[in-house]
Every structure is written in C-alpha cells, then in structure tokens.
C-alpha cells in the first residue's frame, strides 16, 4: 500500500511497470474502473482496458494518480508519461486485475481495522501483539535512548539483534551502527523509514517516530530475508495510527516515551535492580539523565477521579517546575526524579514553591519531597521514605493549608514510626507513650480535664529557646496570654523549661503524643489515663 511496488507484485508475473511517476501511494481506499472515474481521486486505483485509461487520461488533472492498463500501447505510455501518472500494464483482463488488485486493499483493510480494534482496548502492548499476529514478525518500540519499551509476546524468529534486546532491554551501541550507520548516535539525520538487510541473512525495517518535527522514538521489525517483499511501511505507519489513538483517548496511556523512567522505578523499587553501577548505566537511557544527586517528588491526588486523565497537561506543568527531571504515573501517584547539582534543598528554594502549591491546591493534591542522594543503591530507599513522609505530612502538619512536605520536616516522625513497630515487636505492645517525658504526660493530662491548649504552647516554647515573643509569633497568640499560659505550665510541672536538654525531650514527647493521636490514630485520652503519673 505504501509503495506502488507492493500493487504490482499481485499481478506478477502478468505486470510490467510502465510509468512511474509517484511510487509511493496515500493510503488507497478503494479500486474502480476508469470508464466510471469523474473527478480522479489520489486514494483511488483506477482499472481500464487500453482505451478506457487512454480516455481517462485526456480529461486531464491526473497528476499523481495511478491506472492499472489491461494492454497498452506507446502512444497510452507517452501520454501517461506528459500527465505524470502511474501507469501499470498487464496482460490480465481488467476483471482478473479489479480482483487482485481489491484483494491487496482487503488484506491492508484487515489490517486497518485489525489494529483499531487493538487500539480501542486502549493498551499500546495489545497493538504491538497483534501487528506480531498479523506480520508473523517481531516487533520493538525503543525510545529516543534506544531502550525497549514495549515488544511482542511471539517471537518466533531467531535473530542475535531481538535477543539483544529482549535480554539486555536496550540497543548496544553496535547494533545501532549496523541498522542507523555512522555512529548510531544521530538517529534524527537518517531518513524515516530505513530497510536494513543484516548479515546472518535476517532483514530489519526500522522507522523512526516524530512529535512536533522532533525524533522521539523508534520502531524495529526483523523478518527472515524471505519476506522482504512485505509492506512493513505501511504495518509500521497503521501502528503508529494506532498507538496515536490511544494517546488521544479519555485517560489514555503516556506516551511510550514516558515509559522508559516508569519502568527504571519500578525494577528499583521492586529490586529486580541493586547494583549501583547497573542502575546507572540504565539511568544513561531514560529521557533525561540524572546529575550526582538524585531528589524524589512523589505527589497523591485526593479528588475521586484521582490522577487527572489524560496527564500530558499536568506532566507539562510540573516540567515548568521542575525542568531537569523524569516523572511517570506509578502506585496510584506521580513520581519525579529531581536531579540535582548538590544536596542543598532547604532552607534555600530551587523552585518556585508557590507556583507549585497553586499546582497541588488546583488539582486537591499533595507531595512529599525526600532528600537528595548521589547514591544510586540508596533510591528505593529514598522512595520508600517520601512515600512515609507524605503520609505522615498529610495527618501532621500544622498547617492545615500546606500541599507539599520535606523529609526533614518530618524525619522524627518517621523515626516515631520506625520506633513504635519496634517497640512493638521487643516488648509485645505499641504504648511508647511510656517513653515521653512525664511532664509532657501531666501537660497533655490537663489539657483533657480542662479542653486547654498548654502542650501545644510549652512545645513552641521549648522550641524558641523559652523566648515569651518568639512564641507568641509562632502560636499567633498575643504575648500576655502567652505568658498568662506559660505560667500555668509552671504550675503543673516540675522541670527546669530553660535546659536545653529537657527542651528537646518535650519536643520530642510532643511529637511522639501529636504521632499518636494524629496518625496512629490511637485514643490519647486512654492511653494519658493508663499511662503512669509524673513523678
């Protein structure tokens, strides 16, 4: 269908090309006879005795379209040559040559609505099946790095090259020399389809992907040399249609592009991949390739719909954002991978922190934000982490209107956390209450009785240095009802609120009874009534 060369060869041995002017077609839809042609259609093959086509022809504006001739002589070849027409001569009859020729079109129809109905499953791996199915071939979606990101199930065909592929998951820079020539690095300069016979008597077709004029992904097709004759052109072009479809559809998957971080990720997190050196030869082949310090940005939607569908509008903000990173839907959130020159994260912002809120407020969303690593070993860790510390921000925070939250914010919740599931298993029970100081308790036990907030203003307290006007800043309270409020906590404990070791205990028991109520979502008031007095 793509070349007029694969209309011929039906006819063969019958068929002699006579005049080519255009050998590569549109896509043809249907094949009449020329005595019935009124105004020529280019996606139209017209079938005629002699006289018929040499008639068709003088009503002249037929450029570029194309006859199949049942008998010719010079005086139809002249003038198809001065119109500029395809003209295709065969000693069949033209019922014989209408009925190869609709053959041929049946067979790329089937494959048409073959690969439709692929695509309305709404799955890029069900099209690439089935182009398989149809081809008796294998076929590779890399992406712009050469890495596989989607390929047939079946693949019957012993080639070393699709070896390579299925076991490494990516093209060695060899093998893109053999097929691209050159160095194999500047795909973009080669032409769009390419036919490559390989030297162990196999064939490839190759044709590249374009998005806005720019190269951004490659499909491969190997076949024995026996089938050179097939139109993989056109197998390969339905396929792109088909994926294209996809794309466009209501919640429609990413494109493959996309795919290639989403699969790093998930081969990290589920430790299919540990090496450290392994990770970074594969971080070498996703879109953008991490600097030394690697940040994770993991960002939950709590609208009913969850994640907006399709992503490309918010994936398009958040690289506003966050220019230098890759991000993939995965575990029912977005996940980016910051890079990142240095370790630096806080206090000093890297990116523009309000425009981001407005993102994660716009889209009732929230993120967590770890800390960087420049060790590859490290980031499921890392990633473990952020997905704790967004938990733990969301039920924690102070303030109730703040979308996104760094680990180190939270990093002594999470060691709470760390704790109460080892405090469970030494000792048989969670109450770590017994670890908080018990002035913390005494302080939390008359905010009960009495619907007070004294631990909240003796924790802002010890964490401004016992400083009367820091914390009234930081509790918004007027300086006297701090001082009014400081005075009862004296009352009620003991212990000396200016040594700065006994401030840090009442923070930390601070949090450890905010992590019970808040998170645990234990019942404090059972538990401050269980727990023992202060001494």
Known sequence: MAELSFWVDALRPLAAEAVISKPKLPAISAVDFARHMETPAPDTIYVGEGDEVYSALERGEVSGITFFSSGADEKLIGLAKREGVNLVVSELDILDIHSKLSAVMRRYQLWSKSLLEAAFTGNIHSVVNRVSELSGMPLFLLNSRFRVIYSSENQPLSEPMAQELNNTGYLSEASAQILFGGDGSDISREPVFIFRRLENGNI???????????????????????????????????????????????????????????????????????????????????????????????????????????????????????????????????????????????????????????????????????????????????????????????????NAKQRFYFFEDYAEYFMIDLCINSFSALLGHDDIIYLTHPDAIAVARYDKDNQTNLLDVLYHYCLNNSNIVQTAKSTYMHRNTVSSKIAKIHEIIQADLSNVQTQQRIIFSYKILRYYDKYARINLGERLTDAPPPD
């Open 204 to 398: 490839c077709w190759t044709q590249k992907v374009l998005k806005d004029s720019k190269f951004i992904s490659t499909m491969l097709m190997f076949a024995p040399a026996s089938r050179a004759d097939f139109d993989a052109e056109t197998m390969l072009d339905l396929t792109r249609t088909a994926i294209s479809r996809i794309m466009r559809m209501p919640g429609g998957a990413d494109y493959w592009t996309e795919a290639d971080f989403k699969t790093l990720l998930d081969d990290i997190v589920t430790q299919r991949l540990t090496d450290e050196q392994e990770i970074n030869n594969r971080f070498s082949l996703i879109s953008r390739t991490p600097h030394r310090f690697c940040t994770f940005i993991i960002i939950e939607f709590g609208s009913p719909s969850g994640i907006p569908r399709p992503t490309t509008h918010l994936f398009t903000q958040l690289e506003e954002i966050f220019p230098d990173s890759n991000a993939a839907v995965y575990e029912n959130a977005v996940v980016l991978l910051l890079s990142r020159p240095d370790r630096v994260f806080q206090p000093t912002p890297i990116f523009d922190n309000e425009r981001f809120a407005a993102l994660l407020t716009r889209y009732n969303a929230y993120a967590a934000i770890s800390n960087a690593t420049s060790r590859r070993g490290m980031l499921r860790t890392n990633y473990l982490i952020c997905k704790s510390i967004l938990q733990l921000g969301k039920a924690l925070s102070l």
